[in-house]
């Protein structure tokens, strides 16, 4: 039971030096890229930049004892942080203590609720959030994100939160642009875009191996804020409208309880649901794709144990909700980490740095900081995937679509919910219209196929029906009234195969259904059959009156029926070596 909820006690016998090796040198370079993150992020929360640091220690200590994935390092992350300013920003004004408050309040129910769900194992809610809606949540939060750093880059205030609040206050408020803001971002931007696939050629000229230079390219952040932290003190740009991150206060701040507040916590209570799935979400994914480099295991559900304490750590230290991170996940897997205990290291250095680093942050420039989430949050925008899933699923495509336009004109709140609410219903339309293919035999075999799609062999009087779908109250109506018209449209049926080897599940509201498809069948002079009925759902029905009142058989196989209702059709078959069977 220990091992299981602290799997620490697991990897942590194996752990030796060449390990210990491997994972200080990891948490070097994570924290080399995590500081200027840390800082960018919590702005982006609309948080002292100091919050960004505290958030990024104490939880990957937790995640440490319990996190089952070793290259994993959980801290702020660009989405949720920008669900967090959302969430907070209808609470409280901005740098105010309220604020503050509430925004570690949220990263402590987020903690609860994930803590709750590992252990009662409900990892499964996720499932509720299909792929094209996470997706266009995500590319939608990206451009949203990316829109709201113009105004950093202009050195303008704006406010507003969707896109065309943003476009009003940038057009309203462009006469105040500051020239010297906006060198210092066209400085940023484009030196971190050119060292996305500029600098890995340049280090690998100078003897770098490939693999480090991939690491050291996305820690090339951190030059970008050395650069402009000295040029704008140097130049004294602050004091030509340069907005700095100004003093950062130096060490830890004391261990804190969040705001016990009921009527905050409630106000709280969806956006906190909605970070804990989303943050969930990315942390699973990331996991589970660099465990599967390694052929590692991931325990879903003790992921959610884990990231649920790093949140509850995150807020007893004075941070905000935090999930594990893709960019910074991928540098640890690819720096070497071997174990979870490079996240803790890597918490060390963080913390040493709040000590000895906060001092020369003082004239860095927030425009840099915007540059760093620009840059990074554009790699999450993938309007093509529309057009992917178009082509394979238009409906799927539709609701990414409106998770798009909906979080861009209203926000990430009623972005997400709708597209959970169109997914859900998409997914109840389609079971409640389910494939039903009539079946003819395959000349010559014992192969049943749709008439529509193949050349095959009716037989008179009987109607083989095969529904692709398990039975429950969305679709029953619509099998019994499918059924009613097939019958009425040709009077010479005399029985009804239903082939039911897609048929997992049959509800009470199917069953009745059945029960008075065959009552009525049955007043029509027409039989009803089954064929191929898998045990667990046989098992069911033997509990069902609708055994005991079947007007027609249940048969093991669709050929067993059609050789027992019409002989005739399958006589080619009455010797099965003749017969092309492929079981």
């Known amino acids: 039971m220990l091992k299981r909820y602290f799997p620490i006690l697991t990897w942590g016998r194996e752990y030796n030096r060449a390990t210990l090796e491997a994972d200080l ?72 203590p309220e604020y503050l408050g509430a925004a570690i309040a949220l990263a402590f129910i987020s903690g609860i609720m994930l803590l709750v769900m590992g252990l009662l194992r409900l990892g499964f809610i996720t499932s509720f959030l299909s792929h094209p809606v996470i997706a266009g949540f995500i590319s939608a939060s990206g451009i949203l994100i990316a829109a709201g750093q113009l105004k950093h880059f202009l050195g303008i205030k704006v406010p507003g939160k969707t896109i065309p609040e943003v476009a009003e206050g940038i057009w309203a408020n462009i006469h105040q642009i500051n020239i010297p803001t906006v060198l210092i971002s066209i400085f940023a931007i484009g030196f971190l875009y050119w060292s996305r696939k500029g600098l890995k050629p340049v280090l690998i000229k100078r003897g770098l191996t490939e693999r480090l230079a991939s690491v050291l390219v996305r820690a090339a952040p951190v030059v970008a804020v050395i650069v402009t932290i000295l040029v704008t003190w140097a130049l004294g740009l602050e004091n030509w409208g340069v907005k700095v991150v100004g003093e950062v206060p130096e060490g830890l701040p004391a261990p804190t309880l969040p705001p016990f507040d009921p009527a905050l916590w409630g106000q709280l209570f969806v956006p906190a649901l909605l970070i804990s799935i989303i943050g969930y979400v990315e942390t699973i994914s990331v996991a589970q794709t660099l465990a599967a480099k390694k052929r590692q295991r991931i325990d879903p559900d003790q992921e959610l144990v884990a990231l649920g304490g790093s949140n509850i750590a995150a807020s007893i230290s004075g941070g905000f909700p935090v999930t594990g991170g893709f960019a910074r996940s991928v540098v640890n897997f690819e720096a070497g980490a071997a174990t979870p205990a490079a996240g803790a290291f890597t918490a060390i250095g963080m913390a040493v740095a709040t000590f000895t680093l906060t001092p020369a942050l003082y004239f860095l420039p927030q425009a840099t900081l915007a540059a760093t989430i620009f840059v990074a949050v554009l790699t999450l925008v993938d309007l093509g995937a529309i057009k992917r899933i178009f082509t394979y699923s238009p409906g799927d495509a539709m609701a990414m679509v409106a998770t798009i336009v909906v979080t861009l004109l209203d926000g990430v709140d009623v972005g997400i919910a709708t597209g959970v609410i169109l997914s859900i219903g998409l997914h109840l339309w389609r079971s409640s219209r389910p494939h039903v293919a009539e079946l003819g035999q395959v000349p010559g075999t014992e192969h049943f196929r749709n008439i529509r799609r193949h050349r095959v062999e009716t037989a008179p009087g009987v109607l083989s029906l095969r529904v692709d779908e398990s039975l429950w109250f969305p679709n029953a109506r619509f099998i019994e009234e499918m059924i009613y018209d097939r019958i009425a449209a040709d009077k010479s049926i005399k029985h009804v195969v239903l082939n039911c080897p897609a048929i997992n599940h049959i509800d009470s509201s199917a069953l009745e259904a059945l029960e008075q498809v065959n009552e009525q069948l049955k007043d029509a002079g027409v039989r009803l059959h089954l064929s191929e009925v898998k045990g667990p759902v046989m098992d069911r029905l033997t509990r069902s009156d609708l055994i005991t009142h079947l007007s027609g058989q249940i048969y093991l196989t669709h050929f067993d029926a059609l050789a027992t209702l019409a002989p005739e059709t399958t006589r080619d078959c009455a010797d099965l070596s003749r017969c092309e069977t492929h079981r």
Not at 64 to 71: D, E, H, I, Q, Y
Not at 79 to 84: E, R
């Open 25 to 96: 040198i990891a948490a070097i370079i994570v924290t080399i890229m995590l500081i200027p993150q840390s800082l960018a992020y919590a702005l982006l929360a609309g948080l002292p930049p100091e919050v960004g640091l505290y958030a990024s220690i104490s939880p990957l200590v937790i995640y440490a004892l319990l996190g089952t994935s070793r290259p994993l390092a959980v801290g702020p992350v660009a989405v949720v942080s920008l669900m967090t300013a959302t969430a907070v920003g209808d609470l409280a004004a901005k740098g105010t």
